[in-house]
């Protein structure tokens, strides 16, 4: 898949989880055309900084009560987890397949779940106040 563009339509409407959205498409885009030298520092950083972001949401979440914070914090763990697994394929040399995983699933995963849970999310914290 090409790379991401952020726009105005990827806002769900939270200033902070808008700014972590179009970092996350920032590094994304950086990421899929890294160099070889490059690819492994930038999947560290790209990783850091979703994890960070999860982060972000899950304290809110917290904060306002969200009923729904099991399942979003859950798919949140599934995620790393598969970075996990693919930062272990990475240390094996298997660059080109990583990023080969990273470039077709990325984009499809970040568009559903920004639509999904981080739009409910959204939603609630601004009617929670």
């Known amino acids: 898949m090409a790379e991401l563009k952020?726009?105005?339509d990827l806002e769900v409407g939270?200033?902070?989880i808008?700014?972590?959205h179009e970092e996350t498409i920032d590094l994304f885009n950086e990421l899929i055309?890294?160099?070889e030298a490059a690819f492994a520092p930038m999947f560290k950083l790209f990783v850091d900084h979703l994890a960070t972001h999860f982060g972000h949401e899950e304290e809110m979440m917290i904060k306002c009560n969200f009923p729904a914070y099991d399942p979003h914090k859950s798919e949140h763990e599934r995620v790393l987890?598969?970075?996990t697994d693919l930062a272990a394929m990475l240390d094996q040399g298997k660059t080109e397949d990583v990023r080969t995983a990273v470039s077709e699933t990325v984009p499809?995963?970040?568009l559903e779940h920004r639509a999904t849970m981080d739009q409910v999310t959204s939603n609630f914290i601004a009617?929670?106040?």
């Open 18 to 20: 808008d700014h972590d």
């Open 6 to 8: 952020w726009s105005k």
């Open 127 to 129: 009617m929670a106040g």
């Open 108 to 110: 499809t995963w970040f």
């Open 14 to 16: 939270n200033a902070v």
């Open 33 to 35: 055309v890294a160099d």
């Open 81 to 83: 987890g598969i970075f």
